[in-house]
């Protein structure tokens, strides 16, 4: 949501400058800004959903949850294998 609050405060930005003092390839520039930030910027998900920072968060979150389910699994298959070899060993 940020970026689209931000990407909406650059047409104003730009008029609000002091673009009559500049010189003609800076007020170009900023026309173009201008012109590109009509349209609001939105971060996407494969072109088919928008990402706002709450499911970002939640994505993040959930990808955390099972990295650390996988890796405690992991451990304890490793730790199970070596027990079984220092067993055989004793």
Request: proline share 2%; hydrophobic share 35%; glycine share 2%.
């Amino acid at each position: 949501m940020y970026a689209v609050i931000e990407s909406e405060g650059t047409k104003y930005a730009c008029y609000q400058s002091d673009w009559t003092t500049c010189d003609p390839t800076v007020k170009k520039m900023l026309i173009i800004i201008t012109e590109r930030s009509k349209r609001p910027l939105f971060l996407t998900a494969g072109k088919f959903s928008t990402v706002s920072l709450n499911s970002f968060t939640k994505v993040i979150n959930t990808s955390f949850s099972y990295f650390t389910l996988m890796q405690n699994l992991y451990k304890k298959h490793w730790e199970k294998k070596l027990n079984k070899i220092v067993h055989k060993i004793n």
